[in-house]
């Protein structure tokens, strides 16, 4: 039985492909534009290839968008017409770049390094059109789905009798009509519909009918909800990576501001074991003071085992910190605070750091430090990388020096990297005396007088931290009271 609410009209092709988009998993939106974005690339691609009118928009848009760039790929037969559009692209772009370098007479005379000339160069970019295909698709095709959705012309339902002769299974239906005169319409021969007709003032039918019509409805609503979600979901997220983009941008002009080296990484793959840098500094260092702070320049390519020792207060925990951020932003695809820095990418980054005790605490710190390793043995993964700073030094040197040892052996033969900070000297001249492969010391530089460079540089691990230059710092030359009970 099929109830007919209002006079029904013919529905656009439109109407119908989201219906069907309906079936299909995820945005029904969604699914739909691609459709249409893939209609539109195969047509490109078929017969407007040497269109002059489409070669001229995409000129101005200087190609396709990510998105579409990519989709275009996906088209069958279209590997010639992509290379024809981006052939004809790239020989605008050289046409432009020559006309620009002509301006400035001679190409030798022009320094691409000046904010200035990038600025000219670039300019043509930032008024560039719109994608051609979702300039104005997209939101064409959303806006005749959902005028469609809101059924002015009212609903074609179908349903079955159920159990006590109650309605069930209530489907929304696509309208049969085709498109028809007026002459049409009122002569020809109508299909068989039972048609109710409600009083104007019949207000229990209207209610009855519009449960119907809710029933009927409540697939798609439901489905419309969801499509709802998803692209406010993808407007969230998107909120959020522009909130990144946006906070990258503004990490490089205040590290500009204060004369910090800033560059491109160059990730390697995971098995090449390479770590080298030129200048690298500890961003958040540099934040804190607001000033340019002292770099490091280290190359441990090959090497699978760094230990650091040295003076206190050499620099050495910063060193740390710095090497952690930095393998970070690289893979947040991010600026690194260095002249330049190259690393294999890792599977994962575990930092291991001794901590002050505290309330929270429920055992004691050598315990505590041996819980948490146990955590990071537990998710660790081939290809990770580890950083120890000061780490089982909460019980006697021997010992911590044992445990760090055995711990150390193990994840090298997992081929995991390591930088370790350490006081302990037993620890670190083990390394030494049993001649390790692929392992690297450095120390923290100290000067005759006691000053400090906050350099690292390459040498083998001293049984002293220089801990009296801090002491006579601090107490050499003042009076020291000891007040005790009178």
Request: aromatic content about 10%; glycine content about 8%; hydrophobic content about 35%.
């Amino acid at each position: 039985m099929a109830y007919s609410m209002k006079k029904r009209r013919e529905k656009w092709i439109d109407y119908f492909d989201l219906i069907e988009a309906f079936k299909i998993p995820g945005c029904p939106l969604c699914n739909r534009s691609r459709d249409l974005s893939c209609k539109f690339l195969d047509n490109l691609f078929y017969e407007r290839v040497t269109d002059d009118g489409t070669r001229v928009g995409l000129r101005k848009s200087k190609g396709f968008c990510n998105w579409h760039a990519w989709m275009s790929a996906e088209i069958n037969n279209s590997n010639s017409g992509i290379a024809i559009i981006y052939k004809d692209l790239l020989d605008a772009e050289i046409e432009q770049l020559r006309k620009w370098v002509k301006g400035k007479d001679r190409l030798k005379r022009v320094n691409f390094g000046r904010k200035k000339n990038r600025h000219a160069l670039l300019s043509t970019w930032v008024g560039k059109s719109p994608c051609p295909i979702c300039s104005d698709e997209y939101f064409a095709t959303i806006e005749n789905h959902l005028r469609e959705l809101k059924f002015r012309e009212g609903v074609l339902i179908s349903a079955e009798l159920g159990k006590g002769n109650k309605g069930a299974n209530y489907i929304l239906r696509k309208s049969q009509e085709k498109k028809q005169s007026w002459i049409e319409r009122i002569f020809a021969k109508k299909p068989p519909v039972y048609t109710y007709h409600l009083h104007p003032r019949d207000e229990s039918g209207a209610r009855a009918l519009s449960e119907l019509r809710d029933k009927g409805i409540n697939l798609v609503a439901n489905t419309l909800a969801q499509s709802t979600d998803h692209i406010l979901s993808f407007f969230s997220m998107l909120q959020i990576e522009l909130a990144f983009y946006v906070g990258c941008l503004n990490l490089h002009e205040q590290l500009a501001q204060m004369g910090e080296p800033m560059s491109f990484p160059v990730p390697v793959a995971p098995c090449e074991h390479r770590h080298s840098f030129c200048g690298l500094t500890d961003v958040c260092l540099a934040l804190t003071m607001k000033q340019k702070i002292v770099g490091n320049d280290v190359n441990v390519d090959g090497n699978n085992l760094v230990i650091i020792t040295g003076a206190n207060q050499g620099g050495k925990s910063t060193f740390l910190r710095s090497i952690g951020l930095a393998q970070l932003m690289m893979q947040c695809g991010m600026l690194v605070p260095a002249e330049s820095f190259s690393s294999n990418v890792c599977d994962g980054l575990f930092t291991h750091y001794k901590r002050e005790e505290d309330t929270t605490m429920k055992s004691g710190k050598l315990d505590e430090e041996l819980s948490r390793m146990s955590d990071i043995v537990d998710q660790i993964t081939l290809n990770s990388m580890v950083l120890f700073n000061e780490s089982f030094a909460a019980t006697n040197e021997r010992e911590g020096s044992e445990i760090a040892r055995q711990i150390i052996r193990v994840l090298l033969e997992k081929h995991l990297k390591i930088f370790y900070v350490t006081h302990l000297y037993e620890f670190a001249h083990g390394f030494v005396d049993k001649k390790t492969e692929r392992a690297v010391f450095l120390r923290a530089e100290r000067q005759a007088d006691g000053g400090r460079t906050f350099k690292l540089v390459e040498g083998q691990p001293l049984q002293t931290s220089y801990g009296e230059d801090l002491y006579n710092s601090i107490f050499v030359g003042r009076d020291i009271t000891m007040v005790g009970e009178g």
